[in-house]
């Protein structure tokens, strides 16, 4: 079986696997201070374009969102975020977990907008309530949505007029900044964005996220907070290592490109063969609706999620690809829809 659950199942790009295997038996020091660490956060900055900033590495993305907003926020300061915002439905509750809410915001694209950050302001008004401080966002967002530059500095000047935190989860934002849609650069972020996080565990990485912490307000002691969340790792080397092999030659947006040319493939095919979707995406997740029975059929061959039902006869399936995906299984896999079509 061929499996386009998601963008991690395979390890990590064969150049990964290698630098790791070479370094091996080299001494460094650790929890982040060692040469490969450094040149992956000289290499960072140098990408966004500004060398004010802090960047620390973690080993996954839950673990980076749970660090970062539970440091950046008091007790009574809540994050407002899309209703289909990973913190607020795959993570456990690690937000809150830590005393500070999540308010959800029902949206049909996955994307919050600016009229949807004022109607939480203006719902929360006094010290009876959570205080509004952080907006959450994904880019890509969790149904592969993007959002355009002008989007993104519409919602920046808001949060800044309003005295917000904005923050992007980018667990998938090679995806995202390879899009053919995309019109923002790495560097827009840093201007636009009190923090984001740049994904690797589902580009081409073993494991490992880097956290940019763009506002000063934010930079102080934020290696304790991440000592005593568990993310300071010894062998902090093993995420330098990887982050340099990504961003020395452009490793990393290759391999996102591979992705995105996939699901292209896959969604046009898939049109082609009359099929509707759940939404527009032009990233590495797509989702069209299918008949049950055909879903059922695919299933003895393919491994994917059932994201929706959509009623009785049809539901939405999610299929991702990524920097591994061969085309060839792609070819089949249209080739199977095509013919039990």
């Known amino acids: 079986m061929y499996s386009f659950k998601n963008d991690y199942s395979e390890g990590a790009h064969p150049r990964i696997l290698s630098a790791l295997t070479k370094s091996n038996l080299e001494q460094t020091e650790g929890y982040g201070e060692d040469c490969y660490t450094k040149k992956a956060i000289a290499l960072l900055k140098q990408k966004i374009e500004r060398y004010d900033i802090d960047i620390h590495l973690f080993s996954g993305g839950t673990q980076t969102n749970l660090t970062a907003l539970s440091a950046f926020l008091r007790p009574h300061e809540a994050v407002i975020a899309p209703s289909t915002g990973h913190i607020l439905v795959h993570e456990t509750g690690a937000i809150e977990a830590t005393g500070h809410k999540v308010i959800s915001i029902e949206v049909s694209d996955g994307k919050i907008n600016t009229t949807h950050i004022k109607a939480v302001l203006d719902a929360h008004t006094d010290e009876h309530m959570v205080k509004p401080r952080l ?12 959002y355009t530059k002008n989007e993104l500095e ?7 007029i309003n005295n917000l935190y904005l923050y992007v989860d980018g667990a998938r934002l090679g995806s995202a900044l390879c899009s053919a849609e995309n019109d923002l650069q790495m560097s827009d972020l840093g201007i636009l964005v009190d923090a984001f996080y740049i994904g690797g565990t589902k ?7 880097a956290l940019v912490i763009c506002h000063d307000s934010l930079k102080d002691d934020f290696r304790f ?10 062998k902090g080397r093993l995420l330098g290592i990887q982050f340099q092999e990504l961003f020395e030659d452009g490793l990393y947006f290759d391999l996102a490109k591979h992705a995105n040319k996939m699901a292209d493939l896959l969604k046009n095919e898939i049109s082609n063969a009359g099929y509707k979707f759940l939404t527009h995406s032009p990233t590495n997740q797509i989702f069209p609706i299918l008949p049950n029975w055909l879903i059922e059929k695919l299933q003895v061959k393919y491994l994917f999620y059932i994201w929706t039902k959509i009623d009785s006869d049809s539901s939405v ?17 249209i080739t199977d829809l095509k013919d039990l079509s």
């Open 154 to 160: 519409q919602i920046s000047q808001l949060c800044k």
């Open 225 to 234: 907070h991440m000592k005593q969340k568990g993310a300071l790792m010894a």
């Open 203 to 209: 580009n081409g990485a073993l494991l490992g996220e």
């Open 135 to 146: 907006v959450y966002i994904s880019n890509p967002t969790e149904i592969g949505s993007i």
């Open 317 to 333: 399936i999610r299929l991702v690809t990524s920097w591994a995906t061969k085309e060839e299984a792609v070819v089949a896999f």
